[in-house]
């Protein structure tokens, strides 16, 4: 039994919703998942600028760098502030330490006249939204940095962005970062996806998916159980696994916790060794993290079995590619009192915005 361990790799995160966190209570109360997306996430994502990407970013890589997680993937979406937020999310990320890979989510549900949709006709012309965010990809991916395409769902997409999306990801050698069936609205996603994915996507959710894709299923626990989704029964599918946050935190140890007590309410014969090989999937995903040296405030860390019964566990120190990036376990590359401060005031804007 030892200390230390690799990093933890969130393998699907959306780090402005960070900020979210205290947002005043939606006009109305979601009652299914559209209206949980429509009165909430949509909202938020509409709201937000360059200035609250960036600090929402930065709190939540050192909150992610605090729970042992030095590696995330991400998938942002801000429709009235795409140019350059990609950018924004990776210097954020780079100046705590954290390593991160980046996708912006192409939708077409904001309508080139400012209107929005709740879905979007597979014959729809791609609108000039979802061009912008492709270009936004398409930086990004020239950057040489870690990258990959996003889609927001297949059921806010055109067929003309859907084949945009993967071409671009075809051509840059990557996957497609896109939300799958995550509710029951968007359980025929597999039928417009079929031939177009392929085994370097990831497929988010996948609660509703009637058959398995290529690509890595990412489950999410506990948001399925926040917005009332259902369980994907991960444990049942022949799709590798992975495990992510879908935005609530990037605390990987709790998240795995969550996801083997859900999916001990579902089988009582499932192992914690089940959580392990999620786990080992998810550092597969982002090689780098095994490079990292986490030690922790526990000498058992490293036995699954340990972990998933063992809730407040916390590093002590970080080593990433030589450097010293958390000590005590606090980061050392940034002032967290100052990150907090300064996304304080960041999320105090965008929570009037919301209010107004």
Not at 215 to 235: F, W
């Amino acid at each position: 039994m030892g200390a230390t361990t690799p990093g933890f790799v969130c393998a699907h995160h959306h780090l402005y919703s960070t900020l979210a966190r205290g947002m005043p209570s939606p006009p109305q109360t979601p009652t299914n998942f559209i209206s949980v997306l429509k009165q909430v996430w949509w909202r938020l994502d509409a709201a937000l600028d360059l200035d609250m990407v960036y600090w929402s970013a930065k709190l939540g890589a050192a909150e992610a760098l605090m729970s042992g997680t030095t590696c995330i993937i991400d998938h942002h979406e801000s429709p009235n502030a795409i140019d350059g937020s990609l950018s924004l999310i990776r210097q954020a990320c780079e100046e705590v330490g954290v390593r991160v890979n980046v996708a912006y989510g192409v939708t077409d549900r904001w309508r080139d006249d400012g209107s929005s949709v709740d879905s979007v006709s597979p014959g729809s012309a791609m609108t000039k939204g979802a061009r912008i965010g492709l270009e936004e990809n398409r930086r990004a991916l020239q950057s040489g940095h870690a990258a990959m395409v996003g889609v927001h769902a297949s059921f806010t997409v055109s067929d003309e962005t859907l084949h945009a999306a993967s071409d671009l990801a075809s051509e840059f050698g990557v996957g497609v970062h896109i939300h799958v069936a995550e509710g029951r609205d968007d359980a025929g996603a597999a039928d417009r996806l079929r031939d177009l994915a392929r085994d370097n996507w990831l497929i988010i959710h996948g609660v509703h998916l009637k058959e398995p894709l290529p690509g890595t299923l990412i489950h999410n626990p506990r948001s399925n159980m926040n917005n009332s989704v259902g369980y994907a029964h991960p444990h049942r599918s022949s799709m590798p696994v992975a495990l992510g946050t879908d935005g609530i935190g990037a605390d990987m140890p709790e998240e795995a916790r969550v996801a083997f007590a859900r999916l001990r309410e579902a089988d009582l014969t499932a192992s914690a060794d089940t959580i392990s090989q999620w786990i080992e999937r998810s550092r597969e995903l982002f090689p780098a993290s095994r490079n990292d040296v986490v030690t922790w405030n526990y000498d058992h860390v490293d036995s699954i079995w340990h972990l998933m019964y063992t809730p407040g566990t916390r590093p002590t120190s970080i080593v990433s590619d030589g450097r010293l990036i958390l000590d005590n376990g606090l980061p050392t590359l940034v002032d967290i009192d100052e990150v907090r401060s300064k996304a304080a005031q960041q999320a105090k804007r965008l929570h009037e915005r919301l209010a107004a």
